[in-house]
């Protein structure tokens, strides 16, 4: 087969439809053409520094247009982006950029503290700031993108410790904006708003379908809910992602008021939706798309449609058109009811982790990714979702993985082991809770052990408390049994 | 790179949306999950007569559900299909099938009259009436298909005389369609009106989009203007598929009345459009897309949005997203505004003709796709079509090609040379008008020549007139040059 090759998007874009809003950021509205002009300059200007075809460079970059131009421009030299989350600390960018393998880092002045402390740990990485790039340059544009072709590395953990950097091809990004736009439609008033971290596959996606939609984007640097609404009742926003925090907060913030007819719906990720807030939403005819997806799937592979919302309350839906969903346990499909491991498989799942063939080979088997999520199907084959992830802890939207918590514990001289879950918290949804056990004779106290993780761990990963124990919960096979925390957990309420 | 495969389209259609209307014919509506079942059924009826993956059958059918039964049927059993034009001679059609190397053809008792001819004609040919099928059968339906695959051949002529087979594999379909979705959008309420013929792209590109959309489709047996806007009127219909002709005894029929609000556009192919006629659209307020396709490129590549619609009258537009347009001329690309081929790529572009290596390496190189047509692009980028095919004859929305009609005439034992062009008619926009120089010494009469022709040609291929001359206008090369046959036609007039 010939490699499927599309021409460049918003170059492309640019050419279809110049004149058409594409990105509004803090007020001003940029056209295609305008936006493309931008990454064109901001691509000669990244290539003086030696960037080129073929290379990878990682980006901090917080929501703000610079950075949309800063990703469009890298996909234009043929550079693969290597997308960092702004929320980590120096420690843990610094081991994703080189498990990348990437020589450079595009940034900006204002993480300059955590870019210093990085420069320091990597002293032979090529560090930039966007504002600081020499201003002339000129560059080729790739012309055409390949579908196989990789696009962003993503980083995400999983239970076995360290991160993994997950593959997104130029094919999985296509492929999971059509599988959504074949799922929710499109229409010519469309407005997207992006309040989730374009460095996540939440807000990536959506400069995605940007692109390929010839969409327009309302990008915020940070969520919040009075804005967001006000962007729904007064500025055309019609779909807007959010998680569960998010939606609550706005749900809240509505009070009286409702959403324009034009409005056509949330999209909800990020784990499993507390029921009653569904039922508000309900009540209040707010139209909720529940969905289901995650970094491998390059963002929704299930997802409900609102004709379903409260028959199938608590459901994340069916897979895109593209994508297919199969339940398994001990290899086997399971009934209709029965609960085994969530597997999907789809032209938008991941090829396999970067320069990681053991993890790839263990999640991925003739194309189908087995997630490690529990769930099951209903006799319609609508998906329940159990856990995201048997032991994800989502704090404020944000995967928690207890493995790396874990980790930085038990780096403690004082520590000889460390277990990790979730508690329900009504601010962030969930935050970690950790276990731990002592080396004998070993005297150490909770505020100096969180102190010292403070140094590793960004802070929404910070335990919310230490619990000292003698063991932790051990399968067969001394597995830690994480489940079995929760219940040490009710005891220990 | 693993061949990309997607679940069975009706059969995942049927599983995400099965309650959806997805055809409306004769005043009935099936859903996804009634057309499902009659296809699985229809399956096993077709796979008792042997039928199964791998082979290829022809179908001879009506505008029809029986029709897209049959179609879905066939893809279900991994069986390529022949879609033979039901308006050709039994012996272009045999010459289709013979060419195509399929056993089987599978058609209905409407068409016993041409069927009976076919079987003399090829007695070895596995001919079926659909409503003689055994009653029971079962069958394994593919759960997947591989966009590699051919699905499709759809005979198509061109200027060297015998007509050939378009291979358009499932991805081309695909492609074609969400090529499509990208420029239209997608609205929950869509409706698509059918009245083209299902074995011609325009109509099967309608079929692909039913159920990859999951969007209704109201399907007519035949055209009738009156039907076609009560339909949009009255019963919700938002697009339709026309040819100029249709549009315009459409826009005849409306006298005073209007289309709804709700109603979104013409989509207007088959050859460019008169531009009073669109000036009359754009008066009464009737959106209409023009837009530039063929069989190769499995529907429209190049599609005029309406918001360009007066500014860039007589335009074609730009290609759809996934698909890419230039001009040629001697190998180079022509500047704006310059005269030469329209070459096209896209995903959506055929890998080239069934059996005819030479003719698929003469018409595609490195996946560009040589029309024939010629056109140029303005400033901006909008395609201008000149001539469709250098030479076509477009009558009545059918693609009439001079050779063909030559050829035919050739044949005749009292003709030395002919040479075939089209004239301008205000039923069918255009009638063939046919030049023929006779042996020295023979006498031939226009009647009896034309008698001839019937016997080999559809009704609407028949030459209007035959004009008899001592030599036809040759380029040095003795090329013979049809557009010198329009000037001697003004002559002759």
């Not at 990681?356 to 189908?368: L, S």
Request: proline content about 4%; charged content about 20%.
């Amino acid at each position: 087969m010939a490699e499927e090759k599309l021409p460049n998007w918003l170059k492309n874009r640019a050419h279809l439809s110049p004149d058409r809003p594409a990105i509004e950021f803090e007020g001003h509205t940029y056209s295609f053409l305008e936006l493309y002009t931008l990454s064109e300059k901001m691509a000669g200007r990244l290539s003086s520094i030696g960037l080129g075809a073929g290379d990878s460079c990682a980006v901090l970059l917080r929501n703000h247009i610079d950075g949309v131009v800063v990703i469009h421009a890298l996909f234009h030299l043929g550079v693969k982006i290597v997308m960092l989350n702004n929320k980590l600390t120096a420690k843990e960018l610094s081991w994703q950029i080189k498990d990348s393998k990437t020589a450079y880092l595009v940034s900006e002045g204002s993480f300059s503290g955590k870019l210093a402390d990085i420069g320091e740990i990597l002293p032979d990485l090529k560090l930039h700031l966007m504002e600081e790039l020499p201003e002339e340059g000129t560059a080729g544009v790739l012309q055409e993108f390949y579908l196989e072709d990789t696009a962003t590395i993503m980083y995400t953990s999983g239970t076995t410790g360290n991160p993994k950097g997950v593959i997104q091809t130029f094919g999985n990004h296509w492929w999971s904006a059509v599988g959504s736009v074949l799922n929710l439609g499109l229409h010519e008033e469309d407005s997207w708003y992006c309040a989730v971290p374009i460095f996540h596959i939440s807000g990536l996606s959506i400069l995605m379908k940007n692109v390929i939609y010839g969409m327009k984007v309302v990008l915020a640097e940070r969520f919040d809910e009075r804005e967001a609404n006000r962007s729904i009742q007064e500025n055309g926003v019609t779909i807007i992602s959010v998680v569960t925090a998010m939606l609550n907060r706005m749900v809240q913030d509505m009070k009286g008021t409702s959403y324009p007819k034009t409005f056509r719906c949330f999209l909800l990720g990020g784990g499993p939706a507390p029921v009653h807030l569904l039922e508000v939403c309900k009540e209040k005819g707010i139209p909720v798309y529940q969905t289901y997806g995650m970094t491998e799937t390059s963002s929704q592979i299930v997802t409900l449609a609102p004709e379903y919302s409260m028959a199938k309350i608590g459901s994340a839906g069916k897979p895109l058109f593209p994508s297919q969903l199969r339940i398994e346990k001990d290899g086997t499909m399971c009934e209709p009811g029965a609960v085994g491991e969530i597997v999907v498989s789809g032209p938008n799942v991941t090829k396999g982790y970067f320069n990681r063939m053991d993890a790839t080979q263990q999640a991925i088997t003739d194309g189908w990714l087995y997630t490690g999520d529990l769930g099951y199907l209903d006799e319609e084959g609508f998906l329940y979702v159990l856990d995201r992830r048997s032991d994800l802890i989502i704090s404020g939207g944000e995967n928690v993985y207890p493995a790396e918590i874990e980790n930085v514990l038990s780096t403690h001289p004082d520590v000889f082991e460390a277990g990790v879950t979730g508690t329900e918290d009504e601010k962030w949804g969930q935050v970690p809770l950790a276990f731990v056990v002592l080396h004998q004779g070993a005297e150490l106290g909770e505020s100096e052990l969180l102190e010292y993780c403070k140094e590793y761990l960004a802070s929404y990963k910070l335990p919310r408390n230490v619990i000292f124990c003698k063991e932790l919960p051990r399968n067969g096979a001394s597995k830690l049994l994480r489940r079995e925390l929760k219940k040490e957990m009710g005891e220990w309420r």
